[in-house]
């Protein structure tokens, strides 16, 4: 069973700063990976998808890459502002039309 | 519509009640997932249609719990005999083939009192 893990769990930064969360899967035949941030009492919004033929996506200040050997992804997200704050969360799915396996989020705050 | 659409938007129901919520996926999306998340919880994963496969319902809790998903766009979760922990926001989403990208809904908030 494929299990998500994200790290750190929640993070609280000064705006302006750099920040990397941290997603990595037990199984690491990803296929396709989805960023999404959610805010409070909110739907998910897509952010960024890695597709099975590529290794990074880059959108604004924020960058996601995906390791297929190890399993891992990084978003990054850079010049953090106070409207960045919320919950992010990865997903992968391994292919062949099989569901998309979420992380537990990151809960991530920008402060003034 | 533009997005994924859900109905209602917000439910309270009476314990042992039965409710149906409905999901408008986008057009010529084949793939739609449900999901549930209970108050500061992450994501749990319900039901996955694909196409004309059969769903994968591997996530549903209990057989309260039902969806269909009717011409291959529309959705309807139900969930019979309503107990107090389903309470939850039920989130809907669809995906194309072309691009595997996910878009969700903003959520129908179910309260069982």
């Known amino acids: 069973k494929q299990e998500v893990t994200q790290i750190p769990a929640a993070l609280s930064v000064p705006e302006g700063e750099n920040l990397v969360l941290n997603c990595s899967f037990t199984?690491?035949?990803?296929?396709?990976l989805q960023w999404f941030r959610q805010d409070p009492g909110k739907g998910l919004t897509s952010l960024l998808l890695i597709q099975s033929s590529q290794r990074e996506q880059t959108s604004g200040r924020l960058n996601a890459s995906l390791d297929k050997s190890s399993g891992r992804s990084t978003l990054y997200i850079a010049a953090s502002q106070p409207g960045d704050s919320a919950t992010y969360l990865c997903a992968g799915d391994t292919g062949g039309g099989n569901k998309l396996t979420f992380g537990t989020g990151t809960q991530l705050k920008v402060e003034l | 519509g533009a997005g994924v659409s859900q109905s209602p938007s917000n439910k309270v129901t009476e314990k042992g009640k039965d409710v149906e919520l409905r999901c408008d996926p986008i057009?010529?999306?084949?793939?739609l997932y449900w999901y549930r998340q209970s108050l500061g919880q992450g994501l749990e994963f319900l039901i996955y249609f694909q196409g004309n496969s059969a769903p994968d319902k591997s996530g549903l809790p209990s057989d309260r719990f039902s969806a269909e998903r009717t011409g291959g766009s529309v959705s309807t979760l139900t969930i019979q005999r309503t107990q107090q922990e389903d309470s939850a926001v039920y989130l809907c989403?669809?995906?194309?083939?072309?691009?595997?990208?996910?878009?969700f809904g903003q959520g129908t908030r179910l309260t069982v009192v």
């Open positions: 989403a669809s995906s194309s083939t072309l691009t595997s990208e996910a878009f």
């Open positions: 199984d690491s035949a990803i296929y396709n």
């Open positions: 057009s010529g999306h084949t793939a």
